[in-house]
T-cell receptor, first 112, second 118 residues
Framework: DAGVIQSPRHEVTEMGQEVTLRCKPI?????LFWYRQTMMRGLELLIY????????DSGMPEDRFSAKMPNASFSTLKIQPSEPRDSAVYFC??????????FGPGTRLTVT | AQKITQTQPGMFVQEKEAVTLDCTYD???????LFWYKQPSSGEMIFLIY??????QNATEGRYSLNFQKARKSANLVISASQLGDSAMYFC???????????????FGKGTKLSVIP
């Protein structure tokens, strides 16, 4: 079984540009989570979906961030416009009805 | 107040020895779950073990066991027979229901860096 797939693995962009991160959850998993990891703040939950519906987006830092899940096998996290403080590793994770989540390899975002 | 506290920023252990990584948590909910994840230097997050607040027995998964002391609000991870490949960051996390929101809150600790010495 393929795990959670994220693309790109690395992204370097200039301040002000739009960034789109992509995630394909494990087939059959109905929960999808987006996390951000930084040295200062650790691992933070940004938003999660259940059956493609956003359940809790209270962790999204500001309006520049948006996430969508148009179908059960695809989700995006978009930052527009990007800022240097958005530099972090962004993880996508998925789960089914069990508590544990399975993480993707992460996308390392650098905004210059 | 921090929801998850990992007081050991770094730990060293001799290969083949056992090591305990500390985790304390703070919640007023009777129903919650506790997790441990491993993050090697390559960056991926690997699920290790889960303990539900109502589970009567401590969770075990191979060389990993969770020493769950509910009254003390601690959920320490014990790794037996350490291997060089166990060198990584280890994160404790808690899932609890957000009051009035109908959704779950997931909180991770700051992590403990474990180094296994040959």
């Amino acid at each position: 079984d393929a795990g959670v797939i994220q693309s790109p693995r690395h992204e370097v962009t200039e301040m002000g540009q739009e960034v789109t991160l992509r995630c394909k959850p494990i087939s059959g998993h109905d929960y999808l989570f987006w996390y951000r990891q930084t040295m200062m703040r650790g691992l933070e939950l940004l938003i999660y979906f259940n059956n493609n519906v956003p359940i809790d987006d209270s962790g999204m830092p500001e309006d520049r961030f948006s996430a969508k899940m148009p179908n059960a096998s695809f989700s995006t996290l978009k930052i527009q416009p990007s800022e240097p403080r958005d530099s972090a590793v962004y993880f996508c994770a998925s789960s089914d009805r069990v508590p544990e989540q399975y993480f993707g390899p992460g996308t390392r975002l650098t905004v210059t | 107040a921090q929801k998850i506290t990992q007081t050991q920023p770094g730990m060293f252990v001799q290969e083949k020895e056992a090591v305990t990584l500390d985790c304390t948590y703070d919640t007023s909910d009777p129903s919650y779950g506790l997790f441990w994840y491993k993050q090697p230097s390559s960056g991926e997050m690997i699920f290790l073990i889960y303990q539900g607040s109502y589970d009567q027995q401590n969770a075990t998964e191979g060389r990993y066991s969770l020493n769950f002391q509910k009254a003390r609000k601690s959920a320490n991870l014990v790794i037996s027979a350490s291997q060089l490949g166990d060198s990584a960051m280890y994160f404790c996390a808690m899932r609890e229901l957000k009051r009035g929101a109908g959704s779950y809150q997931l909180t991770f600790g700051k992590g403990t860096k474990l180094s296994v010495i040959p």
